[in-house]
C-alpha cells in the first residue's frame, strides 16, 4: 500500500492531485484544516492536508509531488483509534447488556401479574377493582400461595371486632340502628346484640322498633325483649322516635330495628331516614347478607347510603359460600364490618369481625 500527504489551499484542488498522481483508486483517508500561526498563515489563507492511499503504487515515472508518510506510523496510530473504538463498543455493549436483563426481569414481572390476575382462583371473591392492589402486594413472592393471597387481601380491609357496648352514666346513651334489605336477619341480629350487652356486659338496654308494617315483627322483638327484661318501645314517626330517645336517657345503649326495605324501594328508605332525622345520634348499621350478588352490592349500598351507615353487618355466612359480593360493598360503602352471623340462634350466632374471619371468606381454603 502507498500512502501520501497532501497540502494544498482547497479540497477540491488536493482531491485532483491525489488523483493525478496516485490514480482514480486512491482514497483519502485523513484530511484537516491546518492554520499556519502568524501573518505567512494568514498571507496563505486557509490550507489544508490530507492523506490519501493506494492499494497498488503508479508505475515508475508518474508524477510526484507528495510526501511519502511511513505506513508503521500510520497502522501504529490507526491500531490506536480501532482500539478505542473497540473498548467504547465494549461499554456500550455491557450497558445495553445490563439493559437488557432488566427490562427482561420487567416484562417477565408484568406477565406473572397478568398471569396471576387471569387465574381467577385466589381472586375469584374479589372485587376486580383490588385485584391489583393484592398482586402488588405479591411482587416480590415467587409463586404466592393461598396464604401469602390471605395476607396482602387482609392488609386491605376495613374492620373491627365488633360494637364498643359501654356504661354510659350520666352521659347521653351510645344508639344503633340496623337497616337493610327485608329478611336479613335484621331483627335476630338485634336480639343477639341486645343479649350480649345485657347479659356479658351487663349495661341497661332500651329498645326501639319502628317496623310496624308487620304485626309479627313487633311480636317477634318482643318476645326477646321480655327474655331478656328490656323495655320495647313501638314507633311511628320522628317525633315519637326523639320523645322515646329523651325518655331512654338513663339507658346506657339504645338499640333501635327497622323495617326491612328492597333496595329499590326508595320511598320506604326515605320513611326511615324521615323517622331517623329527629336523633342525629343515632348509628346507623347497614345489615346485608354475606352472599349477596355483586349487583345487589351495588344497589344496596345506593339505595342506603342515604342513611350515612357507619358500620356493616355481615348475616347468614352458615348459608352460602360465594361470596362475591361483600368486597364490591366493601369497596363503595369504604366502613368497617363490625360483626358476622352464622345462624338463627339467639344469642350464640354471631362473631366480631376480624380481617382473618373476612379474609377467610373472601379467599377459602378450595379457592
Ligand atoms: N341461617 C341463618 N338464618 C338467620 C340468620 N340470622 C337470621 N336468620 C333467619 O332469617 C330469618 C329472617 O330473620 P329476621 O331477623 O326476621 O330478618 P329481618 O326481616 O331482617 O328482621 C329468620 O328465620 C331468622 O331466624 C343467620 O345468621 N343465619
Ligand atoms: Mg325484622
Redesign the pocket.
Known sequence: MMIRRYRGKTLEALRETVVKEMGSAAVIIHNQKINDAGLVGKLKGGQYEVIAAVEEPLKEGSANSGTNIPTEEILNSQKSQYMGIRRSMKMLDDKLAALDSRFEDLVNKEKQIKTQSDSPDELQFIHEGWHKKVLSRLRKINNPEVEDYRKALSESLLTAGGIYFRPTTGTAPDIYALA???????????AKLCAQAVLKNKLNVGLITI?TFRVA?VD?LREYANLLGVELSVVFTEKEMKKQIDAFQDKDVILI?SQ?RGPHDLEGIEAIQQVFSSVPEINVVL?VPAGLRKQDAVSIFNSFSCLDPSCIIL?????TSCYDGISTLFELADIPVVYV????RVPE??KPASSGLITAMLIPDNG
Open positions: 337493610g334489605p327485608t329478611g336479613v336477619g335484621k331483627t335476630t341480629t338485634l317496623d315483627a317477634q330495628d326491612g345489615t348475616t347468614k355466612k352458615d348459608e352471623t352464622n345462624g338463627q350466632d354471631i
